[in-house]
């Protein structure tokens, strides 16, 4: 049974804190799809935290994390991601054209976070380096190979790895005119291995980050950093796929870097 038909037949046995949080949610679904957490939700309906989690819980979820992600399932089949302010009223359910139209709502987002004079600068770092090493960890490394794939196909030699062992020997061999391309959603793969990053610097290696957390510690040791659009973490759940959005920026970066390449 989904969320709102069991906030409806539970209603009269919640209690009033509850109750305003029920009143709350039903007036306004889009707070879950917006990524309000606990806190903002309880004090936007005059209620607690604590009512919150009971109300999630008499609901049959585990608690507010259970209810979002199922929330945010039941609104995105019912068209809710289209927006309630529009006046059309939500959707006949259509579960694969709202995936798809929230895809191409976070891939329409591309242009406003990455500078084209940025793209540039790393297509032709690209097309000058002597040597490319690309490296992508857990899920990034299906777009580190592909980016290296691309490349190859452009007749730019490359190496593509996800094995700290080849990165630390990689970190102690590329230089001056060298590139380093890091793939790296949040960091969480790089957390704790700075010193391989600081070596690249000190030996004069150019870095690229491409990733979507900003503030993660590889920042500080990149040349360029492309931040692009978080579409798991602004969905509050892992529904959706980042590297979807990565492929797409690679075609615009492999664009650049075919118009300048002499082969």
């Known amino acids: 049974m ?60 585990k608690g507010y994390s259970e209810f979002k992600y199922s929330m945010h399932r039941y609104l995105l089949a019912q068209g809710a991601e289209r927006g309630e302010e529009s ?36 297509a ?25 794939n691309r490349l190859g196909r452009l007749g730019i030699f490359n190496q593509v790895t996800d094995d700290w062992v080849v990165m630390a020997d990689d970190a102690e061999i590329l230089a001056q005119g060298d590139l380093c391309i890091l793939i790296s959603t949040m960091g969480r793969g790089i957390r704790g291995r700075e010193n391989t990053l600081r070596t690249l610097r000190e030996r004069g290696c150019k870095i690229i980050l491409i990733c979507m957390n900003p503030k993660q510690p590889a920042a500080e040791y990149a040349d360029l950093v492309f931040a692009l659009p978080w579409i798991s973490h602004d969905a509050g759940d892992n529904f959706f796929e980042d590297q979807v959005i990565v492929y797409l920026f690679l075609e615009l970066l492999l664009y650049e870097v075919a118009k300048l390449y002499p082969g």
């Not at 770092?125 to 299906?142: K, L, P």
């Open 2 to 61: 989904d969320p709102v038909t069991m906030l409806k037949r539970n209603y009269d046995t919640l209690t009033k804190a509850e109750q305003r949080l029920a009143d709350y949610i039903l007036s306004h679904p889009r707070c879950v799809l917006d990524g309000l957490g606990i806190s903002d939700i309880s004090k936007a309906a005059r209620s607690s935290n604590a009512a919150l989690v009971r109300l999630c819980q008499k609901l049959g979820y």
């Open 87 to 122: 006046g059309e009223g939500p959707a006949a359910p259509d579960p694969m054209h709202n995936t798809i139209e929230t895809y191409v709502r976070y891939l329409r987002r591309i242009p406003d976070c990455v500078n084209t004079d940025d793209l540039r600068r790393a």
């Open 124 to 148: 032709q770092s690209i097309c000058t380096a002597r040597h490319i090493s690309i490296w992508g960890f857990n899920r990034t490394f299906q777009s580190a190979k592909q980016l290296s």
